[in-house]
């Protein structure tokens, strides 16, 4: 197997990435088998659109600075909104990490990973919330997530946050190629994100780090 560098594990490079004609960005083994999956699932009246595909570490760190100093809303499992500022620290921290990863530790880093919903379900006006209720039973992409748990699995695909597992939550949106995402998996130990987020200080860089083997074990290798 080959060695995946940590550039491409935290973020810091799009070399290993394609630009599709969507302008969303992908491994470049992965526009291959999505391609197919996405005409299969055509074939079935469903046309699968990208939300959300790779995400520098910049990108996220953004993201995670807005949610920990306020600027950006928080909300809970049940989708009520979190006053960050009223949470004791590690608090603070798995508010945020329930929807969003640390900076250097998103799947969305390694362009295996896809945000996606039905087009062909939905008005042109319609934006997508990416909330579960629009991919369950009387949601606008339930007819999506019966097809995937029946053939994403066919084409190399699955869904690492099929339902909450205690960590991340629930994101029945969220495709991640298997092929390339298990062995990037494998590759990324505590140790490496230990020494990234040491050298890359991100908000609250002290209070990450104190919490840091519990954070990688909730939220970072905790999949379905």
């Given amino acids: 197997m080959n060695i995946v560098s940590v550039d491409i594990l935290t973020g810091l490079t799009e070399q290993h990435l394609l630009t599709r004609a969507d302008g969303f960005m992908l491994h470049q083994q992965v526009e291959q088998p999505f391609n197919a999956l996405c005409k299969a699932a055509a074939n079935e009246g469903i046309e699968i659109e990208i939300a959300s595909a790779f995400r520098s570490y910049q990108r996220q760190a953004i993201i995670w600075h807005g949610k ?33 990863a640390l900076p250097g530790a998103s799947r969305h880093h390694w362009g295996t990973e896809l945000d996606i919903y039905d ?13 579960p209720h629009e991919y369950q039973a009387g949601g606008p992409f339930f007819k999506l997530t019966q097809w995937l748990n029946q053939h994403a699995v066919s084409y190399g695909f699955f869904l690492p946050y099929a339902h909450y597992n205690g960590g991340v939550a629930a994101e029945p949106w969220h495709l991640s190629y298997q092929p390339l995402s298990e062995p990037y998996m494998a590759a990324f130990s505590v140790d490496i994100l230990r020494s990234f987020i040491r050298t890359h200080p991100v908000t609250e860089q002290s209070l990450v780090l104190q919490h840091l083997d519990n954070i990688y074990d909730r939220y970072v290798i905790n999949i379905c």
């Fill in 68 to 100: 920990l100093s306020g600027l950006r809303k928080v909300h809970n499992l049940q989708g009520q909104q979190v006053n960050i500022n009223e949470l004791s620290d590690k608090a603070k921290l798995d508010a945020v990490l329930l929807y969003s």
């Fill in 119 to 131: 087009a062909a379900a939905i008005t042109s006006d319609y934006k997508p919330k990416l909330e």
